[in-house]
T-cell receptor, first 115, second 114 residues
Framework: GENVEQHPSTLSVQEGDSAVIKCTYS??????FPWYKQELGKRPQLIID?????GEKKDQRIAVTLNKTAKHFSLHITETQPEDSAVYFC??????????????FGKGTSLLVTP | EAQVTQNPRYLITVTGKKLTVTCSQN?????MSWYRQDPGLGLRQIYY???????DKGDVPEGYKVSRKEKRNFPLILESPSPNQTSLYFC?????????????FGPGTRLTVL
């Protein structure tokens, strides 16, 4: 099955700096790559996603890039703010009906933005 | 308001005492799933349901059961809970499988099994 590796597990940046979180996946058939943000004590929420026919997607301060050849994708947050502090999860979904088109999550990155 | 609800939000129980965690969504979503979240392990899928009366195992189904008798409800059943099932549980739903549509998570249920 699909295996998603996420790095780093923790990341601390100064307010205003950029943060980058990287994920690799194993199944070359995976075609959907969402990123979820989970604030302390809250539920995960989708912040951005990308499909395999697109190399990059941007939404204000957040961007995701995908390299299908290398099987990795990254989340970029620019001009970080303290409210960006949270745990971020990447996920990959292979188009496999036997697995219910399930999302396979990385283990998460705890991002801390210090003022 | 469109939402996924779970009950209870917190539960402390003892080994072997059957329990059910309810999940309900009001968005007419076909796909529902259960995850458990453990420190350092991320989110792992327990069971999923593609539609009414259609359920299947995820990555960590041992010790759990589910049912999908109605489209809106997807309860998680622990017939004989054990301490290794102490975890944070999330129910999630999407219009179709999550590779096609955004998946919405419930607020979570923190379960402690003594």
């Amino acid at each position: 099955g699909e295996n998603v590796e996420q790095h780093p597990s923790t990341l601390s940046v100064q307010e205003g700096d950029s943060a980058v979180i990287k994920c690799t996946y194993s199944d070359s058939a995976s075609n959907y790559f969402p990123w979820y943000k989970q604030e302390l004590g809250k539920r995960p929420q989708l912040i951005i996603d990308i499909r395999s026919n697109v190399g990059e997607k941007k939404d204000q301060r957040i961007a995701v890039t995908l390299n299908k050849t290398a099987k990795h994708f990254s989340l970029h947050i620019t001009e970080t703010q303290p409210e960006d502090s949270a745990v971020y999860f990447c996920a990959a979904s292979p188009p496999n009906s036997n697995s219910g088109y399930a999302l396979n999550f990385g283990k998460g990155t705890s991002l801390l933005v210090t003022p | 308001e469109a939402q996924v609800t779970q009950n209870p939000r917190y539960l402390i129980t003892v080994t072997g005492k059957k329990l059910t965690v309810t999940c309900s969504q009001n968005m007419n979503h076909e796909y529902m799933s259960w995850y458990r979240q453990d420190p350092g392990l991320g989110l792992r899928q327990i069971y999923y349901s593609m539609n009414v009366e259609v359920t299947d195992k995820g990555d960590v189904p041992e010790g759990y059961k589910v049912s999908r008798k109605e489209k809106r409800n997807f309860p998680l059943i622990l017939e004989s809970p054990s301490p290794n099932q102490t975890s944070l549980y999330f129910c999630a739903s999407s219009l179709r499988p999550p590779s096609y549509n955004e998946q919405f998570f419930g607020p979570g249920t923190r379960l402690t099994v003594l």
